[in-house]
């Protein structure tokens, strides 16, 4: 693959602001009004500044330069040419040029230009308004201060499809630094009549000189040499004579020569003289143009300068009568700037001591804004903490009153279950029936615990009485009728159960001759630790608004246990269980007073031991336990 071509170039490229406008009113006058532009101020622009029209663009062009001055040079006598094109034509004819410049790497095809550096240049002009030109960073380092311009910066603008950032410039200029006389590029072109009657001038000149050497050159050419069979028929004075012809044709031929080496440099030098008249007379157009611009310039300066002296001239005439009266009024305005400063020194000595009372009552006003502030802060802490205090007892004498109120409604309902006498047969019936209303109780163990109470408050909730845990007769009755076909199953596997049962019991053995039976003596229970264990409950304590934990544990009939209140000592309780289970014993309580105080008691305890359960009286509550 054959690698690129690059290399650095300044690029200048053009477009025409409006061209779809200026098109749509006059297609073919727009079209030859662009080719004049081009032949009459671009291209003489890029002649002069050694640049190279690499392509149109439609209604732009792409040119390139070796160095940033030559582009932004060329770029600025463009614009001021078409600026001054302008200044006569109508908003219909007036065709105007945006230009961006830009200094990059550029890829050579041919003789196009290709590159990221290209498109910069394009996206510069974009950005540039009518008339103007627009230049990135690279260019304005590159320049610097070599060209009477300006630079206004224009940070850096979103260019379309560029990535990465580019700082550009608006160029300004003085239109009178850059004005350039109107020379066509085709001047010295075919292209032209201007340039075809110039080179037919040329041409003539240099055809006249040729003929005149030519004519020159038939009237001096030699004789041909004589034959050597004719010298010998010659004469000794012919000889001579022959001679002295060659000598002569010898000179005439060098005299020829030299003619012609003479018109041949003349005609160079007629060329080059006609070449440096048309450059002496640009030369002397611009310097004359340059005179009559810098005359024209001089001339207002001088009638400035005249009109100026006629006013200094009537301003030196009332100068002397004013100034007496303007002393007089500077002693006058001296003296009454003395009053001022006076007036002045006490308006702020006033106003100092004005401020001074402000601030210091503005200090006393803010210390009893504070303090009132403080004052009222601490009232109203003071209601907020006694309605806090006030809600908190309300709530306390209710949490009192709800728990005595459902302490006094529990003990009479177990003062009522108590009176029904129930025997653990009847009570395993009672937790058949409430498992097989969907209320499981975990077995049928003949002992109300924790579980089966709270199964009965359920129930007892599901038919519309106060959920107590605790059974009375209507209740017992209920239960049973309404569970009464499990009731029947149940005891028919009971009553199964028994038989079989009877069946297989044996004869008892005799006695043993050792153990006398003494009569009127008790027989001892089965197990001197059948109530041993842990038991758990809680019970509600008056004035404390909760329920407190309970714990005994039994070993061998005898059971000591706590009862923990927040707030207070732990109290110890001392029991003693009877192989019927009868219980007796003491506690030493912390209970809290009136007050929120913690008050130590002493109480006896009575109860029974049924199965799993212990069923304390302490003072006028019963305290169910279960292990």
């Not at 009178?176 to 032209?192: I, N, Q």
């Not at 041993?532 to 005898?558: F, M, T």
Request: charged content about 30%; glycine content about 8%.
């Amino acid at each position: 693959m054959a690698r690129q071509q690059r290399r650095l170039a300044a690029i200048l490229v053009m477009d025409v602001v409006g061209s779809s406008r200026l098109m749509g009113r006059d297609e073919s006058g727009t079209v030859a009004r662009l080719r004049d532009h081009r032949i009459n101020r671009l291209e003489p622009a890029l002649l002069r500044h050694d640049g190279r029209l690499v392509k149109l663009m439609g209604d732009g062009a792409l040119a390139e330069f070796t160095s940033a001055l030559d582009a932004l040079s060329a770029a600025i006598e463009f614009q001021q040419a078409m600026a001054d094109a302008n200044r006569d034509a109508s908003e219909n004819t007036a065709i105007i040029f945006r230009v961006g410049v830009h200094v990059g790497d550029v890829l050579i095809e041919e003789d196009d230009l290709l590159g990221d550096d290209v498109n910069i240049a394009k996206r510069l002009e974009e950005q540039a308004p009518g008339g103007s030109v627009v230049v990135s960073g690279t260019v304005r380092h590159a320049v610097g201060d070599r060209l009477k311009v300006g630079f206004a910066d224009l940070g850096n603008p979103s260019l379309k499809n560029i990535e990465r950032p580019v700082q550009a410039y608006r160029v300004t200029w003085d239109a009178e630094d850059w004005r350039v006389p109107l020379v066509p590029a085709g001047a010295f072109s075919m292209k032209t009549q201007r340039g075809r009657k110039r080179l037919g001038l040329s041409l003539a000149a240099l055809a006249g000189i040729v003929i005149a050497a030519g004519f020159a050159y038939m009237a001096l050419a030699p004789l041909p040499p004589p034959t050597i069979a004719q010298l010998r028929d010659l004469k000794a004075e012919d000889l001579e004579r022959l001679l002295t012809e060659r000598r002569a044709a010898d000179a005439a031929a060098a005299e020829k020569k030299h003619i012609e080496d003479e018109a041949r440099r003349k005609a160079d030098d007629e060329a080059a003289a006609v070449r440096q008249a048309n450059a002496d007379l640009e030369k002397a157009r611009q310097d004359r143009q340059k005179a009559e611009a810098d005359l024209a310039k001089l001339k207002a300066d001088m009638e400035a300068r005249r009109q100026a002296t006629a006013a200094d001239q009537r301003q030196l005439a009332d100068s002397a009568a004013q100034r007496s009266a303007e002393e007089a009024a500077h002693r006058q305005a001296e003296v009454e700037m003395a009053a001022l400063r006076l007036i002045e020194e006490e308006a702020r000595r006033k106003a100092a001591e004005e401020a001074e009372n402000k601030r210091q009552a503005d200090e006393a006003l803010a210390l009893a804004q504070a303090a009132r502030q403080k004052a009222d802060e601490e009232a109203a802490a003071r209601r907020q903490a006694e309605e806090k205090v006030e809600a908190t007892a309300q709530q306390r004498a209710q949490a009192e009153a709800a728990v005595a109120a459902a302490l006094k409604q529990r003990t009479e309902a177990g003062a009522v279950e108590s009176a029904l006498r129930l025997a653990p047969a009847d009570r395993q019936r009672l937790q058949v029936a409430l498992t097989s209303l969907g209320f499981d109780t975990r077995g049928a163990d003949g002992t109300f615990g924790p579980r089966s109470r709270e199964m009965i408050a359920s129930w007892q909730k599901k038919i519309g009485t106060p959920s107590t845990g605790f059974l009375t007769r209507s209740q017992q009755e209920a239960l049973l009728r309404e569970a009464a076909p499990a009731l029947s199953k149940y005891d028919e596997k009971r009553k199964a159960e028994e038989e079989a049962r009877t069946r297989a019991v044996v004869a008892p053995p005799a006695p043993a001759p050792s153990s006398p039976i003494v009569a009127g003596a008790a027989s001892a229970p089965a197990s001197a630790g059948a109530f041993d264990g842990i038991y758990n409950g809680n019970v509600p304590i008056s004035g404390g608004g909760a329920l407190r934990p309970v714990r005994i544990e039994v070993v061998n009939g005898k059971g000591t246990g706590t009862m923990r209140v927040p707030g207070c000592d732990v109290g110890q309780i001392t029991i003693t269980i009877t192989p019927q289970g009868d219980v007796s014993g003491t506690s030493e309580l912390t209970t809290i007073g009136t007050g929120g105080t913690c008050r130590k008691g002493s109480f006896e305890l009575k109860g029974t031991a049924m199965g799993r359960e212990l069923r304390l009286r302490l003072g006028g509550s019963t305290i169910y336990l279960t292990r």
